[in-house]
């Protein structure tokens, strides 16, 4: 591959990644979640409890971007501060079931945007995208 054609490969790649942010930030539009905040409750949706600095860590955020965060969404209903019972002086951050509802509701409204932007491949074009992009990540 020349020079030209990996240029022209990284910009079609960042235009599709720049294409479903958009995508992404209007699907959560009607839950009004930020992209930080829908991606803090995934990482809690995937654990049963998490201390702020591991949530930090996981979304790598400063400890006070990740404090920020959770104040909203606690804020909001969708996540909750409890002691640590393994260490008193710790807190950590769990969903609600509030908060459960809208991930389940946010994931089905992006899988289904990135069902219809990726409708425009053929089956066999989706499965090597797929192939391809696990091997890169």
Do not use: Y
């Not at 969708?78 to 946010?106: N, S």
């Amino acid at each position: 591959m020349d020079q030209h054609e990996e240029t022209g490969l990284s910009e079609a790649f960042w235009a599709v990644a720049r294409h479903l942010r958009h995508l992404t930030k209007d699907a959560l539009a009607p839950w009004q979640i930020t992209p930080s905040q829908s991606r803090a409750l995934n990482v809690l949706g995937r654990q049963d409890a998490l201390r702020l600095s591991e949530l930090a860590e996981q979304l790598r955020i400063a400890p006070r971007s990740a404090t920020e965060v959770v104040d909203d969404l606690q804020a909001r209903g969708l996540v909750e501060r409890r002691a640590d019972p393994a260490d008193r002086r710790a807190t950590l951050v769990a969903l609600t079931d509030p908060g459960r509802d809208a991930l389940r509701a946010i994931e089905a409204a992006r899988r289904a945007e990135a069902d219809r932007f990726f409708s425009a491949l053929s089956p066999d074009d989706r499965a090597h995208l797929s192939r391809i992009l696990r091997t890169l990540t």
